[in-house]
Nanobody, 120 residues
Framework: VQLQASGGGLVPTGGSLRLSCAASGPPFNRNALAWFRQAPGKEREFVAAKGLSTLYADSVKGRFTISRDNAKNMGYLQMSSLKPEDTAVYYC?????????????????WGQGTLVTVSS
């Protein structure tokens, strides 16, 4: 499975962006899909995941929405009310189970990342 994340860019504080994750290969309807992010000088952190359940990091709850279109092998992260602290490279990832987990080590397929910059 190959993943391709896209949709990043430069937005002002309070703006919105939608990230996309395209999966090539077998249908990923039996995989949990997650988004992680990594800001400069920081560890990669969990953002959201969707599979049998849906999880969000506390820092994005109520502002970000994860969704997926299994028929198209696509995943999305709708981000609104963006803050400068949301600035990071965003990665999509899937794991070979529908159980969603927060740890990056549980995901074995990763996209290349897309940069989101929120200006203050």
């Amino acid at each position: 499975v190959q993943l391709q994340a896209s949709g990043g860019g430069l937005v002002p504080t309070g703006g919105s962006l939608r990230l996309s994750c395209a999966a090539s290969g077998p249908p990923f309807n039996r995989n949990a899909l997650a988004w992680f992010r990594q800001a400069p000088g920081k560890e990669r952190e969990f953002v959201a995941a969707k599979g049998l359940s849906t999880l969000y990091a506390d820092s994005v709850k109520g502002r970000f929405t994860i969704s997926r279109d299994n028929a198209k092998n696509m995943g999305y992260l709708q981000m609104s009310s963006l803050k400068p602290e949301d600035t990071a490279v965003y990665y999509c990832a899937i794991r070979d189970s529908q159980v969603v987990l927060r740890s990056a080590s549980n995901y074995n397929h990763w996209g290349q990342g897309t940069l989101v910059t929120v200006s203050s």
